[in-house]
């Protein structure tokens, strides 16, 4: 097979949740274990770092990556979706796992997809075990997909266990209470391995304490342990935040703390990866306070990380962010109308399986709406979001595409105009697809 035939076979024959929603969910491992067994069980032969949560994992899960690799340690990375490269899912050290082992893994194992028909996800993930093992990686970050308990990753036995946050997501899975979404994350939890949790919650803390006592497990509160504030306040023309932090004594921790990663609702996360540092230092790593400096600092250079609070252009400012639910959306809409602006315009898709009306009433009604559908099959129609969108007071038009879309808002806003680009991971990624053509 050529690498496009792969691609073809992985995206087209394995049911990908991704793309067409509830069809592809298995709540289930037993596809993920019979695989891996195929492959001899490949997470066994290195340490791993399971990190879940509502919003905030894939940062979270890069930051961690980077200040290992700074460490100097060869650090696997596995995270979803991928936005304009299958392989964005599988680096080391930042590096997208190569085409020929895409296609060598498929082919390996051809025979047992045949008779185990596993779902896109267990068949990513297994390909990044094995290639995590074939490379000799010090460690991996591996991020769930969806949940935790069942989700294919939690066949592996972590070091460190992190949940960054419990919020409303993926409902008809995972369950309609933060109680019930509380309880399927705290599935990574696993015996005598320390937790960290980023975000302690009233209605949730008690789900993550009764999991970590029945798994004689350390519990640490990340927001307890550390806070930051910033030095700088964020405005258009700067491509870093500095923040201060400080120990649970109010103490100065580390000062200088210089983020590329402009989104206020990155802090949280920040002080997550703190907490999940400190938590390396005591079973054994030896991280200086300068690599977590350097880690943060290149961590879009060291990992690629992209899509979160990414700033396109200035004049006008166009930003595009892969926040996807109501709490997600809610802290971008924050920070974007605390910006001095014109006139406020929003190219919007989402997928059809969201809580979409209640995502609508965060968003500002004082916006022009470019509404969208993004090209995958789970995309919402976007005759229906224009529907529902009007109905609650938003002024827009419906496009045929994201491209549509963001050249018509272009061709609207004047130089003192914001333009915003989300609503959905795969807005955001036909966005880059379109903008990476035009670069290369």
């Known amino acids: 097979m050529t690498y496009q035939q792969t691609l073809d076979f992985l995206f087209s024959q394995l049911p990908?949740?991704?793309?067409?929603?509830?069809a592809a969910y298995k709540a289930d491992l037993t596809n993920t274990i019979l695989l891996c067994k195929a492959a001899d069980n490949p997470y066994n032969k290195f340490p791993s770092i399971?990190?879940?949560g509502t919003n905030g994992k894939?940062?979270?899960?890069?930051?961690?990556?980077?200040?290992?690799?700074?460490m100097g340690l060869k650090t696997g990375l596995y995270t979803s979706p991928h936005l304009v490269d299958f392989r964005e899912r599988i680096r080391i050290n930042g590096k997208m796992i190569p085409e020929n082992e895409v296609i060598s893994f498929v082919t390996k194992y051809m025979d047992e997809v045949k008779i185990i028909h596993p779902s896109f996800f267990e068949m990513t993930f297994v390909m990044a075990m094995e290639y995590f093992a074939k490379e000799h990686v010090d460690i991996a970050i591996i991020e769930t997909?969806?949940?935790?308990?069942?989700?294919?990753?939690?066949i592996i036995t972590p070091i460190l266990s992190v949940i960054t946050n419990i919020d409303f997501d993926h409902i008809q899975f995972l369950g309609h209470t933060l109680e019930k979404i509380a309880y399927e994350k705290?599935?990574?939890?696993?015996n005598k391995i320390p937790a960290v949790i980023g975000e302690s919650n009233p209605e949730t803390d008690k789900v993550f304490i009764t999991k970590t006592n029945e798994c004689n497990s350390k519990i640490i509160f990340a927001d307890k342990n550390f806070s930051i504030k910033p030095v700088n306040q964020w405005n258009i023309y700067n491509d870093t935040i500095?923040?201060?932090?400080y120990n649970k004594n109010k103490e100065v921790y580390i000062e200088n703390i210089e983020s590329p990663l402009c989104g206020i609702y990155q802090m949280k996360n920040i002080v997550t990866v703190l907490t999940v540092v400190e938590e390396l230092k005591n079973i054994g790593f030896d991280i200086s306070n300068n690599i977590?400096?350097?880690g943060i600092k290149n961590v879009k250079k060291n990992t690629g990380l992209r899509g979160r609070w990414d700033i396109i252009s200035r004049n006008p400012l166009i930003i595009c962010d892969t926040a996807h639910n109501q709490a997600g959306i809610r802290e971008t809409m924050k920070q974007l109308n605390a910006i001095n602006?014109?006139?406020?315009?929003?190219?919007?898709g989402m997928v059809n399986d969201k809580d979409i009306k209640h995502i609508l009433e965060t968003l500002p009604l004082n916006a022009e709406y470019y509404y969208c559908k993004a090209d995958v099959p789970r995309g919402l129609n976007v005759d229906i979001l224009e529907q529902q969108a009007t109905a609650i007071g938003l002024k827009g038009k419906a496009y045929k595409s994201v491209t549509d879309a963001v050249e018509n808002a272009k061709q609207k806003a004047e130089k003192e105009d914001v333009i915003y680009i989300g609503g959905s991971t795969f807005v955001v990624a036909d966005f880059y697809k379109e903008i990476d053509n035009l670069l290369y």
């Open 145 to 154: 997909g969806m949940g935790g308990r069942l989700d294919s990753t939690n």
């Open 341 to 348: 602006k014109k006139k406020l315009h929003i190219v919007l």
């Open 58 to 70: 894939g940062s979270v899960s890069h930051l961690t990556a980077s200040i290992l690799q700074t």
């Open 16 to 22: 990908m949740y991704q793309r067409i929603g509830a």
């Open 50 to 52: 399971h990190i879940a």
């Open 186 to 190: 705290a599935g990574i939890i696993k």
């Open 242 to 245: 500095i923040y201060t932090s």
């Open 292 to 294: 977590i400096l350097d």
